[in-house]
């Protein structure tokens, strides 16, 4: 069974960092585009930062760029997201997620269609951020 698994979360201060992680199993993300998105409550989905098969080619919401990083490392099939600066409008529960074939091509355009769940091939559970002012 294929499954995306996040950790990482946690509650923080304004200012703070986390690194979030999303670990693959029962299937290998090597040849997958791999997104972030996050869900505040009550609010829409939004899609937070992505990145290419072999991690060459980044992209940022302009809500986190110069302050979120993402990453990869097929080797252990694992995704990164490194938060820095964090503020209180970044909590909200962050997924990993493989981005569809439909969209793997478009990922300069994700701010407009990463939004919704239709983007997406898998997703995990999400893991919880909360940052206190």
């Known amino acids: 069974e294929e499954q995306l698994l996040e950790s990482g979360g946690g509650s923080v201060q304004s200012g703070g960092s986390l690194r979030l992680s999303c670990a693959a199993s029962?299937?290998?993300?090597?040849?997958?585009?791999m997104s972030w998105v996050r869900q505040a409550p009550g609010k829409a989905l939004e899609w937070v930062s992505g990145i290419n098969g072999d991690g060459s080619k980044t992209y940022y919401a302009d809500s986190v760029k110069g302050r979120f990083t993402i990453s990869r490392d097929n080797a252990k099939s694992t995704l990164y997201l490194q938060l820095n600066s964090l503020k209180s409008e970044d909590t909200a529960v962050y997924y990993c997620?493989?981005?569809?074939?439909?969209?793997?091509?478009?990922?300069?355009?994700?701010?407009?269609?990463?939004?919704?769940?239709?983007?997406?091939?898998?997703w995990g559970q999400g893991t919880q951020v909360t940052v206190s002012s």
């Open positions: 029962g299937y290998s993300i090597v040849h997958s585009t």
């Open positions: 997620a493989e981005v569809s074939v439909l969209y793997s091509g478009r990922m300069d355009e994700m701010a407009r269609y990463g939004d919704s769940w239709a983007a997406y091939n898998y």
